[in-house]
Structure formats: C-alpha cells, structure tokens
C-alpha cells in the first residue's frame, strides 16, 4: 500500500518542551513538504524539501526544525521557540517535477 | 503567503443540488489546483488546470479558469452526503511550492 503516513495522530506537549512529529512516505517522492492549519484556515508552508540532505525555509519555520536524512522520512521537531504551537501539522509530497501533493492524515499537536 | 482566497467560506446545500466556489488569485500562474479536506484528515487532490486550459471536467467536478479575472471555480453538480468536506484552491509560487487559500466549507443536506 503506497502513501503517506504521520504519526502519530494526537500529541500533547508541555509548554517549554521539544517535540518530533513523524513524516515516512514509500511513494518514491523527491520532494516532502510540512504544512500548519490553524481552524479555519488555509495550510501555510513550515519547511519544504526537494532532496535528501536539504532543505528550505518556507513561510513561517520560525520555532520549527526538520531533517532530511533519507528520502522516505521527513522528520518535524517543533520547539520551545514556537509560541504558538497548537495546530494541525499536515506533512504531504510530490513526484519531481509534478506539482500534484500527497498528504498524509496530519498530527494534531496541542500544548498544555 | 496565501494567493488563493475562496468565496464563499461556507456553503449549505440539498442532496442533489449543485455546489459552486470560487477562487480568486493575485499573481500569475502556471496552474491551479483544488484539494479536499475531509474534517480532521488530510487533502485529497481533486483536479488540476493548467494556465493555457478554460475548463476540465472530472467525474462530477468542472473547474474553470479565467486568467484575465484571475480567478477560478469549482462546480459540483448532483451533490452528494460524501462531498460534505473543505475544499481549498492551491496555486503554484516558486520552486513547486503551492499557496493554499483558507477554503469553502461545503455542507451537503439529506
């Protein structure tokens, strides 16, 4: 069965404390993204990956941290810096060249 | 930064009715998406249209682009209970990065 996968679903943190959110697909994709969606909006681009071993910032990486040590995985460390880090973290990728997104079921985060 | 805004942000309609929503955008564009959110999951990929393309169909979606309003729609005819989701228009920026608009809720009545 091809597709993404996120896990894991719910994750509560603590404030003050790091957490990683998981992002593994076996699509053979290049390029991994990871989205934030707050209610009611739209998904708004946190880091981008086009390749193993780099990675760009997208619109709001501030607080945020990723990896790309393999082209299955894209790991999403959300730190202490992020002070507003309850969300509905969305992880998605794409073919090379192709500008259709997967998506995975998202993570929702929330700080107590 | 958002591109897309879709209008409107909530839409009620009969089982069997049509639905229709709209995307407006700022810049050019090499194509436009619409995506499917069902509550609490994912985005779906529904249809892509190119900037060259005026209309595709797609099962029982017909998307429309109009380059010279910048704008685009999406129309679902013979609505269905299942087709009760978000929808988002998604337009392309630099380095196949997508700026998602903040979505129409579609409620589909029994």
């Known amino acids: 069965d091809g597709g993404i996968t996120q896990s894991p679903k719910y994750l509560f943190r603590k404030e003050g404390q790091n957490v990683t959110l998981s992002c593994e697909q076996n699509l053979n994709h290049d390029a991994m993204y990871w989205y934030r969606q707050d209610p009611g909006q739209g998904l708004r681009l946190i880091y981008y990956?086009?390749?193993?071993?780099?990675?760009q910032k997208g619109d709001i990486a501030e607080g945020y941290s990723v990896s790309r040590e393999k082209k299955e995985s894209f790991p999403l460390t959300v730190t202490s810096a992020q002070k507003n880090p309850t969300a509905f973290y969305l992880c998605a990728s794409s073919n090379q060249g192709a500008w259709e997104q997967f998506f995975g079921p998202g993570t929702r985060l929330t700080v107590l | 930064s958002q591109q897309g805004e879709e209008d409107p942000q909530a839409l009620s309609i009969q089982e069997g009715e049509n639905a229709t929503m709209n995307c407006s955008y700022k810049t050019s564009i090499n194509n436009l998406q619409w995506y499917r959110q069902n509550s609490g999951r994912g985005l779906v990929h529904l249809i892509l249209i190119r900037s060259n393309e005026r209309e595709k169909h797609s099962g029982r979606l017909r998307v429309t682009l109009d380059t010279s309003k910048k704008s685009s729609s999406l129309l679902i005819t013979a609505s269905r209970a299942a087709d009760t989701a978000s929808y988002f228009c998604a337009t392309d920026a630099n380095d196949y990065k997508l700026s998602f608009g903040a979505g129409t809720t579609v409620t589909v009545r029994a």
């Open positions: 990956s086009q390749i193993v071993n780099d990675f």
